[in-house]
């Protein structure tokens, strides 16, 4: 079940809410609503997130308990080791046997592995309590049924934020939803929806029109179909993921949840460093936190630095899929990264803003390219086919008529993927609080706005079997 789905908007929500709102046990009434949902992805699966927790729940209570740093110590890396291997297992096996296919004689079986929804972020989240309670950031979690609640939260459990136990402990203790809590959840939620059905949806059938499947299937392309193509999938990509975003927080506010903010308009950035501070950053932080300061982060030398950011980047890349091109598209940006912190910390900041932001977008949009195409001949091929090699012609009717046509929606995309309408809703939170009757003006226009979000979102919907996330394959 995803968000933007009907059954959910009209079905699973208003009765996970009611059932919320008057029950006295809002947690066991969350915990069952999220063993509901998660269900829908495969009830199978629920003995996979349920065992994972469980082997945090007693991780933690081994790492609490533990008398001398030694043993606090092997129940940590013990515990954060089985869930690696569960991982592993789930994700990579395919991926694994390749390798050794690719580097010896054998000639091994792939193995049929259904892979389970959202296992890399509640695997993250799991892995992330275990280490704060070894650090002592989070008291340990007596209580298997409310460790299950935090790793299973409907809201995030499947495409994120990776949210860590220490942001919400007390939250799941003692919270109070307020009236205007649920209004900013509704108006997030809503704002999200749209996005996703309005936005992303059109712009992945946009890119998928354009960009080619197959090797044949170039045949059919032109030059200016490709950077179009892709600069689509570029747009559609921020769009869904950070749909997703905005419409788990907004669940969250709902319900008394303060989950951190997940993206921060990424395509504003001026360097590929910035960008990676405003992209996914729970994500971001995990891997800074968990594993690069862990291993030393830049206070071993020059040497140690390059390595530990290879290290981080590589498992990012292997983080969104078990296939080489996730792993080219880590190690690619960890190349800008490391250039950038060796040649370039200092001039980014001199050059002038407007080319350091297109040389930010230039990187990225061919990184989205790596991330797009498994079969690298293919990916090599649209490479190749968007400077003019293959006799491809500069532009075809095809494309021609897809930009005419979707000219208004494109801007529309732009320039909601820029923090333009957040400086306009500063600027009128401001004059609000001076001048009472613009405060009046803006809460009627949010007033119908939101509604009208709202329709406009579920007629996208209906009769629409379009309706991927990207994210929920990780």
Known sequence: MVFSSLIFLFLFLPLSLIAYYFSKNKNWVLLISSMIFYSFGGIKFIYVIIGLTFISYIGGLLVDSSKTNLTRRLSLVGTISLQLIILILFKYTNFIIDIINNVSNFDLRVVNIVLPIGISFYTFQLISYVVDVYREDCEVQKSFAKLLLYSSLFHQCIAGPIVRYQDIAEQMEYRKVTAG??????????????????????????????????????????????????????????????????????????????????????????????????????????????????MGGNQLGLGRTILNLFIVWALTGLWHGAAYNYLLWGVYFFIFITIEKLFASKRVGKRGKGISHIYLLIVVLFGWLLFRYSDLNLMFGVLKGMFGAGDLPFMDLRTSLLLQNNVFFIIVAIVGSTAIVKLLDDILSDLSSRYGWIANMTMTFEVVAIPVILIVSVISLVGNSYNPFIYFQF
């Open 181 to 294: 809590m649920i209004n900013r959840g509704i108006n997030r939620f809503c704002i999200g929806l749209a996005k996703k059905a309005i936005l992303a949806n059109h712009l992945a059938s946009l890119a998928d029109t354009l960009l080619p499947t197959t090797i044949d299937g170039m045949k059919t392309s032109s030059v200016v179909g490709l950077w179009l193509g892709l600069a689509m999938y570029m747009l559609q990509i921020y769009m869904d993921f950070s749909a997703y975003s905005d419409m788990a927080i907004g669940l969250g506010l709902m319900v008394g949840f303060k989950y951190r903010e997940n993206f921060d308009y990424p395509y504003m950035s001026k360097s590929v460093s910035e960008f990676w501070r405003r992209w996914h950053i729970s994500l971001g932080s995990f891997f800074r936190d968990y594993v690069y300061i862990p």
